[in-house]
């Protein structure tokens, strides 16, 4: 975490102090008002002097003017404070983010959301609460001051509040908890079948699913309702509760006035004092879901950020040498492994084919060679340096990655080659894109380089998002290149380039991992490692685990 979200997403002891101080003036400033009552009844109407009403007003006006202010100052320091805290942490949450998504294989947005949830708690309103809260002795204080009886009605009042909001906290908790378990579950879910409309469209699932996802609403919903049902009936519970001592002090008032034991000043006073000792247990009873699950996300964060902050060893420029010893890996959701006790070396500069049958582990592996997957056991190890030594940026810098897909983010052509870099020179994604001989296909586009692709613009080919995606992989001229399936969408002159692309890096001395299903592409490395079982079953020369004639074009899934 840099010293900037430090500052800001650790709340400030003095920032905190002084809320404190300002929240001190004005609940003593409250106290005016009650005054101001108990003043005109039994000084103003017995004596009936303008002069001393006048005096009053002025007073009154002066010092409620300023409890005022100073409650817009407070509102506007803890606003403009949660704007901070987000602005300042936005990065960092977006990179927690990012890496969520990574290790659990699925779109992961938790560390975003758990920002917003604590600008929102520390923005609101209900936050003054806490503040209030510790001088709510003070007006239990001056309720006794004005009749014992009256500091034990409402010490009383506020006891049974107290007691109701804890009685909210206990009995809600378990639910709350299941249901957000439940609705992540249904989100996910939601999130993975509408980013698969085409399949469901072009296979008729649509009805399936929507009665599918129709029961998987009632099921997320059941706990939540239920946790919201009984909040609800507390809250009106202790609303009904507060009218009611409402009631009970003006009672209490009036029969101390009959009695002649306080003045009839006291009737406004007192009620007044009452809702004001009330109204912070009132307000935790309300706020104290929203408070929990800002704490719950301040202490999220803090942990994915710790974890951020474990900077790791900024290395020279890699050389694209890989060792492998006794690594196992395995997908984030499944306990049984999908490739075990894997040991090779990859010399720098060497190009590398991974073969075997669909399943078998080719991408997981490739994936694990950029620290996409991580080992469950073993290591991987990049001129000498395990992948957590190394810092992310760093590496990616120095790395090439083209996917099966080729998918492309939303954004501008010129954008995706030169990987959203800001300073970016026009000559070095032209070179990249040329390089990639996908230069001229892009200028065939409605707005050329400037094309806007991704969710938010034209929608591409599979073929002509793999060839910009060999232009991205390109262009910080990496020293790794690794090419899963880069094939799987060319038409022939795409292979053609393809082939064109892999004889440059090999020209350039970088490191080439390439998965693929075809001689023609193959041919061009000089060693392979051919996966079964779950283990490498060969290593060595192209030529020699492939058993055939480098020109004969074919899958290599029914070869091995």
């Given at each position: 975490m840099d010293n900037k979200s430090r500052q800001y997403f650790s709340f400030s002891f003095t920032l905190a102090v002084f809320i404190a101080a300002i929240s001190m003036v004005v609940n003593v400033l409250f106290l005016v008002v009650p005054l101001f009552s108990m003043q005109v009844f039994d000084r103003v109407l017995t004596s009936e002097s303008y002069e001393t009403l006048t005096m009053l007003i002025i007073i009154t006006f002066f010092f409620v003017s300023i409890q005022s202010i100073l409650e817009w100052i407070r509102s506007q320091i803890t606003l403009r404070y949660g704007y901070r805290i987000q602005e300042s942490c936005s990065a960092l949450a977006f990179h927690a983010s990012l890496k969520q998504s990574l290790a659990k294989n699925a779109i992961h947005s938790q560390a975003l959301s758990d920002l917003e949830r604590v600008r929102e708690t520390v923005a609101s309103p209900g936050i003054f609460a806490l503040f209030d809260a510790p001088f709510v002795p003070i007006f239990l204080a001056t309720m006794y001051l004005m009749h014992p009886h009256l500091g034990h009605f409402a010490l009383a009042g506020a006891i049974v509040l107290f007691a109701i909001s804890l009685l909210s906290m206990i009995v809600t908790k378990r639910l709350q908890e299941r249901s957000s378990k439940n609705k992540n579950v249904f989100n996910a879910l939601t999130s993975d079948w509408l980013g698969n409309a085409e399949i469901i469209s072009a296979l008729g699932m649509s009805q399936n699913l929507i009665s599918k996802r129709s029961d998987e609403a009632i099921n997320s919903t059941v706990d939540k309702a239920n946790a919201d049902n009984l909040l609800r009936g507390i809250m009106s519970l202790s609303k009904y509760i507060r009218m009611m001592l409402q009631v009970g002090i003006l009672a209490v008032s009036v029969l101390l006035v009959l009695q002649n034991e306080v003045g009839a000043g006291v009737l406004i006073a007192a009620s007044m004092i009452m809702a004001r000792v009330l109204s912070p247990v009132e307000q935790a009873i309300h706020n104290w879901q929203h408070w929990v699950e800002g704490w719950r996300s301040h202490q999220r964060l803090n942990e994915v950020m710790v974890s951020l902050e474990q900077d790791r060893v900024e290395l020279p420029k890699i050389s694209g040498d890989i060792s492998f010893d006794n690594v196992t890996l395995g997908h984030p959701n499944v306990e049984k492994p999908l490739l075990e006790n894997l040991s090779f070396h990859i010399p720098a500069g060497t190009s590398v084919a991974i073969v075997g049958?669909?399943?078998?582990?080719?991408?997981?592996?490739?994936?694990?060679?950029?620290?996409?997957?991580?080992?469950?056991?073993?290591?991987?190890?990049?001129?000498?340096?395990?992948?957590?030594?190394?810092?992310?940026?760093?590496?990616?810098?120095?790395?090439?990655?083209?996917?099966?897909?080729?998918?492309?983010?939303?954004?501008?052509?010129?954008?995706?080659?030169?990987?959203?870099?800001?300073?970016?020179?026009?000559?070095?994604?032209?070179?990249?894109?040329?390089?990639?001989?996908?230069?001229?296909?892009?200028?065939?586009?409605?707005?050329?380089?400037?094309?806007?692709?991704?969710?938010?613009?034209?929608?591409?080919?599979?073929?002509?998002?793999?060839?910009?995606a060999m232009a991205r992989a390109l262009y910080t001229k990496p020293t790794l290149l690794v090419l899963d399936e880069p094939d799987s969408s060319l038409d022939h002159q795409g292979q053609s380039m393809l082939m064109n692309f892999l004889a440059h890096a090999k020209n350039k001395s970088v490191t080439v991992v390439v998965i693929s299903h075809r001689i023609s592409i193959l041919k061009h490395t000089t060693l392979a490692i051919a996966l079964n079982g779950g283990k490498i079953e060969k290593i060595g020369a192209t030529a020699e685990i492939l058993g055939l004639p480098s020109s004969k074009v074919e899958s290599i899934g029914s070869a091995l």
């Amino acid at each position: 975490m840099d010293n900037k979200s430090r500052q800001y997403f650790s709340f400030s002891f003095t920032l905190a102090v002084f809320i404190a101080a300002i929240s001190m003036v004005v609940n003593v400033l409250f106290l005016v008002v009650p005054l101001f009552s108990m003043q005109v009844f039994d000084r103003v109407l017995t004596s009936e002097s303008y002069e001393t009403l006048t005096m009053l007003i002025i007073i009154t006006f002066f010092f409620v003017s300023i409890q005022s202010i100073l409650e817009w100052i407070r509102s506007q320091i803890t606003l403009r404070y949660g704007y901070r805290i987000q602005e300042s942490c936005s990065a960092l949450a977006f990179h927690a983010s990012l890496k969520q998504s990574l290790a659990k294989n699925a779109i992961h947005s938790q560390a975003l959301s758990d920002l917003e949830r604590v600008r929102e708690t520390v923005a609101s309103p209900g936050i003054f609460a806490l503040f209030d809260a510790p001088f709510v002795p003070i007006f239990l204080a001056t309720m006794y001051l004005m009749h014992p009886h009256l500091g034990h009605f409402a010490l009383a009042g506020a006891i049974v509040l107290f007691a109701i909001s804890l009685l909210s906290m206990i009995v809600t908790k378990r639910l709350q908890e299941r249901s957000s378990k439940n609705k992540n579950v249904f989100n996910a879910l939601t999130s993975d079948w509408l980013g698969n409309a085409e399949i469901i469209s072009a296979l008729g699932m649509s009805q399936n699913l929507i009665s599918k996802r129709s029961d998987e609403a009632i099921n997320s919903t059941v706990d939540k309702a239920n946790a919201d049902n009984l909040l609800r009936g507390i809250m009106s519970l202790s609303k009904y509760i507060r009218m009611m001592l409402q009631v009970g002090i003006l009672a209490v008032s009036v029969l101390l006035v009959l009695q002649n034991e306080v003045g009839a000043g006291v009737l406004i006073a007192a009620s007044m004092i009452m809702a004001r000792v009330l109204s912070p247990v009132e307000q935790a009873i309300h706020n104290w879901q929203h408070w929990v699950e800002g704490w719950r996300s301040h202490q999220r964060l803090n942990e994915v950020m710790v974890s951020l902050e474990q900077d790791r060893v900024e290395l020279p420029k890699i050389s694209g040498d890989i060792s492998f010893d006794n690594v196992t890996l395995g997908h984030p959701n499944v306990e049984k492994p999908l490739l075990e006790n894997l040991s090779f070396h990859i010399p720098a500069g060497t190009s590398v084919a991974i073969v075997g049958t669909s399943g078998v582990g080719k991408s997981t592996l490739a994936k694990a060679i950029l620290g996409l997957v991580v080992p469950r056991l073993g290591e991987i190890r990049i001129d000498g340096a395990t992948l957590n030594q190394i810092q992310r940026e760093q590496f990616g810098h120095q790395v090439g990655y083209v996917s099966q897909n080729g998918k492309l983010l939303a954004g501008t052509i010129a954008q995706n080659i030169c990987r959203f870099e800001e300073n970016a020179l026009s000559k070095d994604i032209v070179d990249a894109a040329k390089l990639a001989g996908v230069h001229e296909m892009i200028l065939t586009l409605p707005n050329g380089y400037q094309t806007l692709v991704g969710s938010l613009g034209v929608r591409l080919s599979g073929g002509q998002q793999q060839r910009i995606a060999m232009a991205r992989a390109l262009y910080t001229k990496p020293t790794l290149l690794v090419l899963d399936e880069p094939d799987s969408s060319l038409d022939h002159q795409g292979q053609s380039m393809l082939m064109n692309f892999l004889a440059h890096a090999k020209n350039k001395s970088v490191t080439v991992v390439v998965i693929s299903h075809r001689i023609s592409i193959l041919k061009h490395t000089t060693l392979a490692i051919a996966l079964n079982g779950g283990k490498i079953e060969k290593i060595g020369a192209t030529a020699e685990i492939l058993g055939l004639p480098s020109s004969k074009v074919e899958s290599i899934g029914s070869a091995l």
